[in-house]
C-alpha cells in the first residue's frame, strides 16, 4: 500500500445530493492533493494544501468544496453536481525536498458516479 | 508552455520480449521528469524519476528510462516484459525553475500496456 487512503472507493449520487470523499495520509507529507480522472484525458488537478493551506485551485466549479483540517487529511466536499462529474478522484499526498522532484504517493482512488 | 506527449494510445508485447513506451516533453527550463503505472481499480504508483545526473535511470520493478535532452524524451523501457506488467503508464514533467515548494504536474494522457503471454 502507498500510505494514502481514500473512503468510499465508490460512490452513487443524485444530482441533488451532499457528500464527501475523505483522504489521510499515513506518510508524514507537507502537502496534499486532489486530482480528477476521466478516460481520455490528461490527470486534472483540481487542488493543492501545502501545510494546511491552500495553495492552488484550478478554477475548479464551486460544487467542489475542499477542506484540509490539519496535514494527515483532505477531504473533497461534493453537492449538486453534474453528470459530467463522474470520473475517478485521486488524492496524492508530498513531502517538499527542494532539488528532489517531491514524488506524489496516490491513493486508490474514489469511483464517483452521478445520476 | 509545458507539455508532455505520449504518441501510443497502446503499446502490445509479448512475455518476455523488450517494451518500449515513449514519452516526449517541452519545458522552458530544465525538466524533472516521471513515470508513474496504474493497474486496475488502484492510483498511480511512483515508478522512477530524472532530476539531474545520469541520463539512464533505474526504478522499480525493473524498468528504466532514459533521458534525452536533445530529442526532449524520456522513453520508459523494460528488457523483459512480464505479463503483470499490464497496466497504464503515464509521464509526467515539471519544471525545475517554477515558484513553490509543490509544484504542478504536466500530466501525458497516459499509454496502456498490454503483455501477452
Known amino acids: 500500500e502507498t500510505g494514502v487512503t481514500q473512503t468510499p472507493r465508490h460512490l452513487v449520487m443524485g444530482m441533488t445530493n451532499k457528500k464527501s470523499l475523505k483522504c489521510e495520509q499515513h506518510?508524514?507529507?507537507?502537502?496534499m492533493y486532489w486530482y480528477k480522472q476521466s478516460a481520455k484525458k490528461p490527470l486534472e488537478l483540481m487542488f493543492v494544501?501545502?501545510?494546511?493551506?491552500?495553495?492552488e485551485n484550478n478554477s475548479v466549479p464551486s460544487r467542489f468544496s475542499p477542506e484540509c483540517p490539519n496535514s494527515s487529511h483532505l477531504f473533497l466536499h461534493l453537492h449538486t453536481l453534474q453528470p459530467e462529474d463522474s470520473a475517478l478522484y485521486l488524492c496524492a499526498s508530498s513531502q517538499s525536498v527542494p532539488g528532489q522532484g517531491n514524488i506524489q504517493y496516490f491513493g486508490a482512488g474514489t469511483r464517483l458516479s452521478v445520476l | 508552455a509545458q507539455s508532455v506527449a505520449q504518441p501510443e494510445d497502446q503499446v502490445n508485447v509479448a512475455e518476455g520480449n523488450p517494451l518500449t513506451v515513449k514519452c516526449t516533453y517541452s519545458v522552458s527550463g530544465n525538466p524533472y521528469l516521471f513515470w508513474y503505472v496504474q493497474y486496475p481499480n488502484r492510483g498511480l504508483q511512483f515508478l522512477l524519476k530524472?532530476?539531474?545526473?545520469d541520463n539512464l535511470v533505474k526504478g522499480s520493478y525493473g524498468f528504466e528510462a532514459e533521458f534525452n535532452k536533445s530529442q526532449t524524451s524520456f522513453h520508459l523501457k523494460k528488457p523483459s516484459a512480464l505479463v503483470s506488467d499490464s497496466a497504464l503508464y503515464f509521464c509526467a514533467v515539471r519544471e525545475d525553475s517554477s515558484a513553490g515548494n509543490n509544484r504542478k504536474l504536466i500530466w501525458g494522457l497516459g499509454t496502456s500496456l498490454a503483455v501477452n503471454p
Open positions: 494544501y501545502s501545510l494546511e493551506e491552500r495553495v
Open positions: 506518510l508524514g507529507h507537507n502537502a
Open positions: 530524472y532530476i539531474t545526473g
